[in-house]
Nanobody
Framework: QVQLVESGGGLVQAGGSLRLSCAAS????????MVWHRQAPGKQRESVAG???????NYTDSVKGRFTISRDNAKNTVYLQMNSLIPDDTAVYYC?????????WGKGTQVTVSS
């Protein structure tokens, strides 16, 4: 069974950093791409950062230069390093990936940035 489990969220002051982890129960190279999404209260879910099987990365404009997505293939884990956090980054962060044509999502981890 494919499972994605996020961790690393928490409460941080503006300007601080957090590193989120997404541990997969299968090889992350089995996914065509892994994507971090977030959803803030009252807002639509948005894609934040993604990494393809080939290692290409992309980011939404609001996090470019502040967030970095990476992976450790041996640990089947994808990371999201978040620096220079601002209150607008407050959201539940989810990782997701498509495995054999089916989308899988984790349950999310809460990130709260205080001003």
């Amino acid at each position: 069974q494919v499972q994605l489990v996020e961790s690393g969220g928490g409460l941080v002051q503006a300007g601080g950093s957090l590193r989120l982890s997404c541990a997969a129960s299968v090889s992350i190279l089995s996914f065509a791409a892994m994507v971090w999404h977030r959803q803030a209260p009252g807002k639509q879910r948005e894609s934040v950062a993604g990494i393809t099987r080939a290692g290409s990365t992309n980011y939404t404009d609001s996090v470019k230069g502040r967030f970095t997505i990476s992976r450790d293939n041996a640990k089947n884990t994808v990371y999201l390093q978040m620096n220079s956090l601002i209150p607008d980054d407050t959201a539940v962060y989810y990782c997701a990936g498509k495995f054999w044509g089916k989308d899988y999502w984790g349950k999310g981890t809460q990130v709260t940035v205080s001003s």
